[in-house]
């Protein structure tokens, strides 16, 4: 069974950092992991896809977080991370680790992630 979890969140003040990890019982480097994604939800907002990466390592941004978001992984931990720095009160969520893996999609719980004033 799949499971990925998600850790790292908190409250952080504007302008700061976080890193949130997910870790996978999956191989993330494995050719039937397509790709790795973050997303965030804000409350009465859509989910939001924020950064990619194949099994490859090729990575991809959305406009909003490119150069304040980095997405980078531990293939030795089955890990995925997101770096975010320069945060923003938008940006308070709950932030989401997904995978395709074998041509399935899967989802964490998601961790909450508060950025205060």
């Known amino acids: 069974q799949v499971q990925l979890v998600e850790s790292g969140g908190g409250t952080v003040q504007a302008g700061g950092s976080l890193r949130l990890s997910c870790t996978t019982s999956?191989?993330?480097?494995?050719?039937?992991?397509?790709?790795m994604a973050w997303y965030r939800q804000a409350p009465g907002k859509q989910r939001e896809l924020l950064a990619t990466?194949?099994?490859?390592?090729?990575?991809t941004y959305t406009d909003v977080v490119k150069g304040r978001f980095t997405i980078s992984r531990d293939d030795s931990k089955n890990t995925l991370y997101l770096d975010m720095k320069g945060m923003r009160p938008e940006e308070t969520a709950v932030y989401y680790c997904?995978?395709?893996?074998?041509?399935?999609?899967?989802w964490g719980q998601g961790t909450q992630v508060t950025v205060s004033l």
């Open positions: 997904s995978a395709r893996h074998g041509g399935t999609g899967y």
């Open positions: 999956i191989p993330i480097n494995d050719f039937n992991t397509n790709f």
């Open positions: 990466m194949t099994n490859g390592g090729h990575t």
